[in-house]
């Protein structure tokens, strides 16, 4: 502790001694603040509040809301790429105008680059980007008036900027999107054609066809296979009862008796036998009833035996000529036979046919159907992209909030501030400077350090000093 105190004194007569050096220090520094205080270029800060929105679609439930955080910072991101872009600032200076008159052209490059530097873009206090809509638009120049006029004409140029910026994009995207819907047009026609020629060669079984792809109904073509089968089985069993009836005829020809027998279904296509076979049944009937009552030789009795036997005549005579139908009958029903089975098999080939296109057909009618859902939503998109370009030439996404305001006072410390600064820095400077090159003096030794070191000196010995020096130190 004591050493430290020592040091502190030493210290402090150094700064006495070299107070010169402190003070011209202090003055010097002051001085230099003096002069940057009165000849610095003043700033004043001008800011424009922002509103960000997002595109309106149809598939936003709140239009104009930002999905989520993250896309709303790269919009934010985007804004802030524009802002400090050369086109948007140029645009501003044009506006505004130069601060003096320049003969050159207006503004370079250099004008450029300066004012980049004195725009910037933040967020409210206590914000970040990403979590906000609203943004605020900083400028610094060396008025007021021409801080909030650059303020404001650079949000001005940041929204025709922004604007050109989505029409290029909407652009693109209607080129690409009609681009898109031409193609699935084509590849829609190309199907459409191979269907053309599937279905033309399908011709009358276009029907059945779309019929077998949908999975139900009933065809004309299977209703005309069913009509055709009916009408087999009735020509079948129509010359199964023509074979019978010829073999019961040629049987009662041989055997007139025989009639009596017949069933009248099988005489149901020929009504004179049946006729006959009744008339001859009542003649029988007569000339038994005669027979019983009269003698075989009485008129009335030779009477019916005569009209029993025109009637086996008639009958013999009608017996032939039903056998020469039954046997036209006959062919015509076989002929009928054949051409119903030719044309049973002629409407199977044509099912089978259309069972074997069944798939490409599907697979085509697939596809036709597939591309044009990709051409409905293509033109779909086509139209909303157009819509939302017809949109962007009236509307913008930033929505400038109020007019731009500067601050009262400029940007920087104020003329006292930097005084005392100048003080403060010139006292440390001048404190730095005696520390690092002034000498302090050494203090003075104690009488022992100094008879030991003049002892040890052979230059100062000598022996009336050492005798002074025994009789000092035994008190004397």
Not at 465 to 476: A, C, I, K, P
Request: net charge positive; hydrophobic share 45%; proline share 5%.
């Amino acid at each position: 502790m004591n050493h430290q105190a020592v040091r502190f004194q030493e210290l402090l007569a150094l700064c006495l001694r070299r107070r010169r050096w402190i003070v011209g220090a202090v003055l010097l520094s002051t001085l230099a603040a003096a002069a940057w205080a009165v000849f610095r270029t003043r700033q004043w800060e001008a800011q424009q509040a922002l509103v960000l929105r997002d595109e309106v679609t149809l598939q936003q439930e709140k239009p104009g809301h930002f999905r989520d955080l993250e896309q709303m910072k790269v919009s934010q991101e985007t804004v802030l790429q524009l802002v400090l872009s050369p086109e948007v600032l140029t645009g501003a200076l044009k506006r505004v105008g130069p601060e003096k008159p320049t003969p050159a052209a207006w503004p370079t490059l250099k004008h450029v680059r300066r004012l980049r530097q004195q725009v910037e873009l933040v967020p409210p206090k206590g914000a970040e980007f990403g979590k906000t809509e609203i943004l605020f638009l900083r400028v610094r120049q060396s008025s007021p008036q021409r801080a909030a006029r650059l303020a404001r004409a650079i949000a001005l140029e940041l929204q025709q900027a922004l604007h050109r910026l989505r029409q290029q994009r909407m652009q693109s995207v209607v080129a690409e999107l009609r681009t898109s819907a031409e193609l699935a047009r084509r590849q829609l026609q190309h199907h459409l054609d191979q269907l053309a020629q599937m279905e033309k060669r399908v011709g009358g079984d276009l029907a059945e066809l779309r019929l077998l792809d949908q999975a139900g109904g009933d065809s004309s073509l299977r209703q005309r296979l069913n009509q055709l089968k009916n009408e087999l089985r009735q020509v079948t069993q129509q010359r199964r009862e023509l074979a019978a009836l010829h073999q019961l005829l040629r049987q009662v020809k041989a055997d007139p008796q025989r009639l009596l027998a017949t069933p009248n279904r099988l005489l149901e296509s020929q009504p004179a036998l049946r006729r006959l076979k009744e008339g001859l049944l009542d003649a029988q009937l007569q000339s038994a009833r005669l027979q019983g009552a009269l003698t075989p030789e009485h008129p009335r009795v030779q009477a019916a035996r005569q009209a029993e036997r025109e009637i086996r005549l008639h009958l013999h005579r009608e017996l032939d000529a039903a056998l020469a139908g039954l046997e036209v009958e006959r062919q015509l029903a076989e002929s009928k036979q054949k051409m119903l089975q030719e044309q049973i098999a002629q409407v199977k080939n044509r099912l089978a046919e259309v069972a074997r296109l069944r798939a490409p057909y599907a697979a085509l009618v697939a596809q036709v159907n597939h591309h044009m859902e990709l051409v409905r939503q293509a033109d779909q998109k086509l139209a909303l992209a157009q819509a939302a370009l017809q949109t962007d030439s009236r509307s913008s996404l930033i929505t400038l909030v109020g007019q731009a305001r500067a601050e009262d006072h400029p940007v920087g410390p104020r003329t006292l501030l930097v005084l005392l600064g100048g003080v403060l820095g010139g006292l440390l400077l001048g404190l730095g400077v005696v520390v690092l090159l002034g000498e302090p003096q050494p203090a003075a030794a104690p009488p022992e350090t100094l008879t030991q070191e003049w002892i040890s000196t052979p230059a100062a010995y000598s022996p009336q000093l050492e005798g002074d020096l025994s009789l000092q130190q035994s008190g004397v």
